[in-house]
């Protein structure tokens, strides 16, 4: 069940409903089995990972709260990692690490010993994994306190907008709200619905129409022209972004819904003026837990620039990994932890020229953006071929060029220019004005209106149909 | 308990909510009627729409041709029509399936003079892959063929999208705005030729359109179905498969399976079956008229209609008296 089907949103006009008609204590095994039913949706065998996942941390965090000792404490989450990663690895990562090994033995003229193993990576695997891994972390660093009932753990671990792609959710901030339980508030479901709309509008009228395009490059390099390459990458970076943020809009939505607040995972991150500040805007819940419970503990830049750089780079590299089993990931992974150190290392340098050639702020700012934009979209190339030889065909074609004519979709193209502008003009108005809902609360109500009613004729007249899948549940 | 001012501010945001949806639901059908004289105005511009409007209200000579890609690029009008002695047009849409062609066929029968003929490409996978969806295209017809929209409300899902006159038209709104403004330019006979070759050392793994999907019994109702209605108004059909550069032992089980059934459904239709893939001797093309591991470029195209001409010819070696019928 994705978000952009009529099953779900019975499905959560259903969940919602109820919700608010049961006492605040019978809330939580509500929406405990409604998660469950949510993942079965794809595939009921794999909810037992979950269960496994949640059982564990839940025994392993409690027995670490009782436990003074460092090393056993060390153990008891060592216990935690070993279980959590073990799955993960069997699951995304053990075909990937077999076909290398026997790659690699084969030019020792001889074969890998392990065979490789027959299983679909199940959705959403390295977002609950992540999500519980940072709550026994925290507890192990002592700055949470784990939590005593097992139903709330298990909804923490499992509560459906963000099951299957995040946010992902610290245990500090989620648990509590659990607790507490929300009422019935309009205002935050008018908000919930609200961005749960915008998110939608990202998702089907952008996201999908303009991946028609990239998948007919992508899918075949051979039959079109550098300048087509070009266009599909602006066009892929505009995609991935329109999807990964209507997801996150529409679980955040969700969430809001029924009462319940989710951080935030997108902040316009092609605004971003250096690659440093786009990862503190793109996929933040990744971002902050790779910083806290990798960058950080690797001593992050607490040793001298050398190492600062040296753990900027793990830290993507094993971020780039973290997307999926594939050397293209561990490429883009390690090309943005590149791309993080020299933006680190050559700002002083870049700030001289400004001040020395007095460049205008407004010019800086606006070509800053643009070169970061062009990185990331450099970076996309990797991330979207579906091997390092497309890769290498798009960037090199790219760059020899010449910069022909692009193949003509009119329909798709169409699509495009007249959404995208829009959603520019909104992101322009949420940097200006911080929130473009509370811009718009403001304006009268006939203006309100028109605004969403243009957006819901907008998905039922652009939208792509279908259900395409989002992006990141593969990861 | 809640105080009056709560009860009073609450009866209002659920009074205003009803007014919105009743607005939302004017709205569509407001845009959903202009939308619909835009449609009556002009001529579409996407070929799957503009084909199923103009199909009941053409006169047909000879052969029309129905199908997805594997005819558009496959079926030549100018190389099938002189072997057979009628015209020939090519009524295959990229992305197309078995949905589709059964509401276009049913369409053209539906004309004041139907052709002699009716081709249709059979895919494997029209028998075990549903294009419901795909076949959406023609929604806007829902609410002017009953047909269409029963065959595109197959489901619980379709039918309440189907209840949207917007809805009906999504994804058509800039193509039918251009239509107002552009003149429509002419689609000829239809054939669209690839340009091109195949690499010829490029391996090309036998492709299993069916993969794990078992035979879906409703979509071998809709080839069903059209046979019985070309029979009905006296229009012969003939149905083929085309070739695909693979290695004729390398389709799939679920495919042989599909063909076999096909090949039942065609037969007890009263239809012809003439399978020119890579199967049959004729059918085996070399990578040179292949534009793609599923498409034969413009000469591959020509070589294959010559040979569809031919065999054609000689199971129905009197169609040119018929294609000139009064």
């Known amino acids: 069940m994705i978000f952009n089907s009529l099953d779900y949103l019975i499905f959560f006009t259903l969940v919602a409903s109820v919700h608010f008609l049961l006492p605040t204590g019978g809330r939580w095994p509500l929406l405990l089995v409604a998660s469950y039913g949510f993942y079965m949706a794809w595939n009921p065998a794999y909810l037992f990972l979950i269960l496994c996942s949640t059982a564990v941390d839940f025994l392993l965090g409690q027995r670490m709260a009782e436990v003074d000792e460092p090393v056993r404490r060390r153990l008891l989450l060592f216990g935690s990692l070993a279980a959590n990663f073990g799955l993960l690895f069997t699951f995304k990562y053990w075909n990937f690490a077999q076909a290398n090994l026997d790659r690699l033995l084969t030019t020792l003229g001889t074969h890998s010993p392990i065979p490789p193993i027959d299983v679909l990576l199940p959705v959403g695997i390295s977002f609950y994994t992540f999500q519980t891994l940072s709550y026994t972390i925290d507890i192990y660093r002592g700055v949470l306190r784990p939590e005593p009932h097992l139903g709330r753990f298990a909804l923490y671990v499992a509560f459906f907008p963000q099951l299957v792609a995040g946010p992902i959710e610290r245990a500090r901030n989620l648990l509590p709200q659990l607790r507490e339980e929300a009422s019935f508030d309009w205002e935050r479901i008018e908000s919930g619905v609200q961005l749960m709309l915008w998110g939608l509008f990202k998702k089907v009228v952008i996201a999908d129409r303009v991946a028609i395009y990239v998948d007919a490059v992508y899918g075949n390099v051979g039959q079109h022209n550098p300048g087509s390459y070009l266009l599909a990458t602006y066009l892929f970076a505009v995609q991935i972004y329109c999807d990964f943020s209507g997801y996150s809009d529409i679980a955040i939505g969700s969430a809001k819904v029924l009462g319940y607040d989710l951080m935030k995972n997108f902040e316009r991150p092609y605004f971003s003026k250096s690659m440093t500040e786009f990862w503190r805007r793109w996929h933040i819940s990744l971002s902050t837990w790779l910083r806290d419970y990798l960058y950080i503990t690797l001593g992050g830049n607490r040793y001298g620039l050398s190492k600062t750089y040296r753990n900027l780079l793990i830290t993507m590299v094993l971020g780039g990994l973290w997307h999926g089993a594939s050397w293209n990931f561990v490429i883009w992974g390690a090309l943005h932890g590149v791309l993080l150190g020299l933006s680190r290392a050559t700002l002083p340098a870049r700030d001289q020229i400004y001040a020395r050639f007095s460049v205008p702020t407004f010019v800086r700012d606006a070509w800053r953006m643009i070169a970061t934009f062009h990185l990331a979209c450099l970076g996309w190339i990797f991330f979207r071929a579906d091997t390092l030889e497309t890769a290498w065909m798009i960037l090199s074609g790219i760059l020899s060029g010449p910069l022909s004519a692009p193949f003509r979709d009119t329909t798709t193209l169409a699509h495009a220019l007249l959404a995208i502008p829009l959603m520019l003009l909104v992101h322009v108005i949420q940097e200006r004005a911080g929130s473009a809902r509370a811009w718009l609360a403001d304006r009268p109500v006939a203006i309100r209106w028109a605004c969403w009613y243009a957006m819901i004729v907008a998905i039922a007249l652009m939208g792509v149909d279908g259900g395409a899948q989002f992006i990141y549940f593969q990861f | ?326």
């Not at chain 2, 009627?33 to 070929?47: I, M, Y």
């Not at chain 2, 004041?112 to 017809?141: E, H, M, N, S």
Request: contains cysteine.
């Open chain 2, 1 to 326: 308990m809640m105080s009056d001012a709560v009860g009073v501010r609450l009866r209002s945001r659920w009074l205003g909510l009803v007014v919105f949806v009743l607005g939302l639901v004017l709205i569509d059908r407001l845009l959903g009627f202009g939308l619909e004289r835009v449609l009556d105005a002009s001529t579409p511009r996407a070929r799957a729409l503009r084909l199923a409007v103009e199909a009941p209200e053409r006169n047909y000579d000879g052969i029309v041709v129905l199908g997805s890609s594997r005819a558009t690029h496959h079926f030549e009008p100018s190389e099938i029509a002189p072997r057979l002695g009628v015209e020939v047009v090519n009524f295959g849409v990229d992305g197309q399936g078995l949905v589709f062609t059964r509401l276009l066929g049913a369409r053209v029968l539906r004309a004041a003079r139907p052709p002699a003929a009716i081709v249709v490409q059979f895919d494997p996978g029209d028998f075990c892959k549903p294009t419901f969806d795909r076949a959406f295209v023609l929604a806007p017809l829902a609410g002017r063929d009953d047909l269409v929209r029963k065959t595109l409300g197959h489901d619980w899902r379709s039918r309440i999208k189907l209840t949207s006159s917007l809805y009906r038209f999504n994804s058509l709104g800039p193509s039918l705005a251009l239509s107002t403004v552009l003149p429509t330019p002419d689609m000829g006979d239809g054939f669209v030729p690839l340009r091109g070759r195949i690499d010829p050392d490029a391996v090309v793994p036998p492709r299993d359109v069916c993969g794990a999907d078992p035979l879906d019994p409703t979509l071998a109702a809709l080839l069903v179905e059209l046979l019985a209605e070309a029979d009905a108004v006296g229009v012969r059909v003939a149905v083929t498969l085309g070739p695909r550069l693979r290695d004729f032992d390398g389709i799939p089980e679920a495919e042989r399976r599909a063909i076999t059934e096909a090949r039942l459904v065609v037969e007890r239709g009263g239809a012809v079956w003439l399978p020119l893939d890579e199967s049959t001797e004729a059918g085996r093309f070399g990578p040179a008229y292949y534009r793609d591991a599923s498409h034969l470029n413009e000469e591959g195209a020509r070589r294959f209609s010559r040979l569809f001409a031919s065999e054609l010819a000689v199971r129905w070696p009197d169609l040119g008296r018929l294609g000139s019928r009064e």
